[in-house]
């Protein structure tokens, strides 16, 4: 019997420490983002804040940052604000919906860091035709094996994107 709870134990705590990447909690700041952003699950929100829509950036190497809702205002004023990402970033699903999947966070100005957390520097030429700026990804909603506020996703794919409309 003592060998049998302790088998299910065993069990449980594997399935549990396979499970905990996946699940809220796995870095303070993707958290605060979470909470501030989550009126973004539905895509009209963005488009009712002012984000319009660039194609799906996929990587060279493979994976995706999904379809960036951007706003020209936040990304003009140069103010890092959680609650105000310059990008809200969709992976396009099969059936045709958006599905949120993370924020960027853009600065001109830098080194750039939000709570800590320090932006990458892009330099220019870059493929969004951009002087030189710093960003931050946050992976929020989707969990990302390359790291929290890496720039692509293996598991995010640009395969169901159609042409951007606002």
């Keep these: 019997m003592a060998a049998a709870v302790l088998s299910v ?17 796995a870095s303070p700041l993707a ?4 909470a501030a952003n989550s009126r973004f699950l539905d895509v009209k929100a ?10 799906c950036a996929s990587g ?19 103010k890092i604000d959680i609650a105000r990402p310059e990008a809200v970033m969709y992976e396009p699903m099969a059936d045709g919906t958006l599905k949120l999947v993370a924020v960027e966070y853009i600065a001109s100005k830098g080194p750039a860091s939000l709570d800590g957390q320090l932006f990458n520097f892009n330099s220019a030429p870059n493929r969004y035709g951009l ?21 692509m996703s293996p598991k995010v794919s640009c395969e169901h994107a159609t042409a951007p409309t606002q």
């Design 9 to 25: 134990c065993t069990t449980l705590a594997q399935a549990h420490q396979e499970a905990a990447p996946s699940m809220p909690g």
């Design 31 to 34: 958290d605060k983002v979470r």
């Design 46 to 55: 963005a488009m009712a804040e002012g984000y319009a829509p660039i194609p």
């Design 60 to 78: 060279i190497t493979g994976g995706a940052m999904g379809i960036h809702y951007v706003n020209g205002d936040y990304l003009k004023d140069d």
């Design 131 to 151: 002087g030189p700026f710093y960003e931050l990804h946050v992976w929020a909603w989707k969990v990302n094996p390359t790291g929290t506020f890496a720039d």
